[in-house]
């Protein structure tokens, strides 16, 4: 009996041994993913309040599976490629991304201004394809990017398939977070904004996540009516101002010709890379 009971307690030790370090690997992951940026151990250490020595285990183990990059220069980890090149290979994911990349690429060099293709995960629209603007001074957007619902464009279509009661408890839940002086904290003045978006089909974004840059989005939906997507358009506000009308316009063109394509049989699409 005594035999038993120590058995089962040493089993139950590593159990949550190994649920704790799954869970720190998954928050390292998450760290990451968050914004693209680089960090050192000490920076996950501190970020993550875990031991120097957990943090560079983890981040060692990372690099050699493939999932982490290692600079030797700077002694930061960054997403590798590799991982980046993974994820994108999703294929409901991948055979979107391919289909909107001529419709990105036709957005950015008629318009001139950086355009990119969100998708949905949890509470945060995520870029999983775009294509730069030109010259010097434009917005610049990285794969797997993510932001708040209540402070873009794409959010705002999201927000508005659903309706002011369920919108009103999303945001409950979330939180609104005061990004820029622009960003929308209010949930009636948003909840404005987001019947808009229902009224006219397109949503906007005037500096509430970047200051001094403003875009527009329109909605990529699935055969029966759902948001499978968003093609967006940014810039800095007084490009985008200036040319309003018509980067909406190409805008909700491009999003329709690419919902029609989603629709479409696959023996009516085009190629991928058609003109």
Do not use: C
């Not at 089962?8 to 030790?13: D, I, L, P, Q």
């Not at 982490?68 to 994108?88: E, K, M, Q, Y």
């Not at 294509?131 to 999201?158: E, I, S």
């Not at 007084?238 to 909700?252: G, K, M, N, S, T």
């Amino acid at each position: 009996m005594a035999t038993r009971n120590s058995s089962s307690g040493s089993r139950s030790r590593p159990r949550d041994a190994e649920n704790r370090s799954a869970s720190r690997v998954l928050d390292v992951l998450d760290l990451f993913l968050e914004d693209g940026a680089g960090y050192t151990i000490t920076d996950v250490s501190e970020r993550l309040r875990i031991p120097k020595s957990t943090a560079h285990g983890i981040l060692h183990e990372m690099s050699r599976h493939g999932y982490l990059t290692l600079d030797r220069a700077t002694n930061r980890f960054t997403i590798s490629l590799g991982f980046v090149g993974r994820t994108r290979a999703t294929p409901a994911i991948e055979v979107l991304r391919q289909r909107a990349r001529r419709h990105l690429a036709r957005l950015s060099a008629t318009l001139g201004e950086t355009s990119k293709l969100i998708a949905y995960e949890g509470a945060n629209s995520v870029a999983i394809d775009f294509v730069d603007g030109r010259g010097p001074l434009k917005y610049a957007v990285r794969l797997g990017q993510r932001w708040p619902l209540h402070a873009t464009g794409g959010g705002k279509l999201y927000l508005a398939q659903h309706d002011d009661a369920t919108v009103r408890e999303m945001l409950g839940e979330l939180g609104l977070e005061q990004i820029t002086n622009e960003t929308i904290v209010e949930v009636d003045a948003l909840l404005v904004e987001v019947a808009d978006v229902r009224r006219q089909g397109w949503a906007r974004q005037r500096e509430e996540i970047h200051e001094g840059i403003s875009g527009f989005a329109a909605p990529v939906k699935e055969p029966g009516g759902t948001l499978l997507a968003a093609l967006v358009v940014m810039g800095p506000t007084a490009r985008i101002d200036e040319h309003a009308d018509a980067i909406v316009e190409l805008l909700v063109a491009e999003a329709h010709a690419l919902s029609e394509e989603v629709a479409a049989p696959e023996t009516d699409r085009l190629p991928v890379g058609a003109p």
